[in-house]
């Protein structure tokens, strides 16, 4: 899965700061921010939104300024905040959203938020991956649900990695037949990929198709002989191998 945390930050904030005017009480903090000072903006921000404490958009620079501080008490209540003003602010909803679900004991709560988001505005990808991210690291039942609306955004309608996250989530359903034409659909698009390789492995082992899941192993091997970041897993499947 495509991860864009630190990316969609910097895209979030210019999109939250643009336009602003010279008389915004938050124009300091603002400006921090936009330099990467974010010390300067957090503490800018209390302090303006002291003085305007129903500012949706100066309690999300707040949000944003205390996360990057790693100040997640601040963030948590800003952002908090900013939502029980207006629940219908997408940037508020996917803002406490992608703050909660950092921590893995409040990714239900965030799930809930980034949700929200979604439904706010479908057309935005970033709580869209969030929310794949964050179910599929806690076994999701609605996983491949929200996989399958990332093929509405040109980046994945053609992806091996998405196909192969999409796959896994079907073979954890139970859904065998789907996740077979899946994987295969990975690799006729991506066939020198070491990891959807050791997926289609591990995936036919699982199913008993034992001679197909020999073939991928050895596909993988030989894909992922000169990549240091698979050395484990082609330690685990070189001991496999031989115990066959």
């Known amino acids: 899965m495509k991860h864009f945390s630190g990316a969609l930050l910097g895209v979030f904030l210019l999109t939250l700061i643009a336009g602003c005017g010279n008389n915004n009480p938050f124009k300091a903090a603002e400006k ?4 990467g000072n974010w010390k300067m903006a957090m503490a800018t921000a209390e302090r303006a939104v002291k003085k305007h ?5 100066g ?3 707040l949000a944003v300024a205390a996360d990057k501080c790693n100040r997640r008490d601040v963030a948590l209540d800003a952002a908090l ?5 207006n629940e219908k602010d997408f940037a508020a909803q996917y803002t406490l959203g992608r703050i909660c679900v950092a921590s893995e004991t409040d990714r239900t709560e965030g ?3 980034l949700i929200a988001a979604h439904e706010l ?3 935005a990808i970033e709580p869209i991956i969030l929310i794949c991210n964050t179910m599929q690291a806690m076994n999701h039942q609605q996983t491949a649900s929200f996989l399958l609306k990332l093929q509405n955004f040109n980046d994945y309608k053609a992806s091996a990695v998405h196909c192969n996250d999409l796959a896994i989530a079907y073979m954890k359903k139970g859904q065998t037949a789907a996740a077979k034409n899946i994987f295969m659909k990975a690799y006729k ?4 990929n070491p990891g959807v390789l050791l997926n289609m492995a591990r995936f036919f082992e699982t199913t008993k198709w034992r001679n197909l899941a020999g073939n991928y192993y050895n596909f993988f091997l ?4 000169n990549a240091p970041e698979y050395r484990d897993e082609v330690a685990v499947v070189q001991k496999r191998l031989k115990r066959k």
């Open 81 to 85: 905040r900013a939502v029980k003003i």
């Open 189 to 192: 698009l991506d066939p020198n």
């Open 111 to 113: 799930l809930k938020h």
């Open 121 to 123: 505005n479908p057309d």
């Open 53 to 57: 404490p129903q500012d949706v958009k």
């Open 59 to 61: 309690l999300l620079l």
């Open 222 to 225: 030989l894909r992922a002989a």
């Open 32 to 35: 921090a921010a936009d330099d």
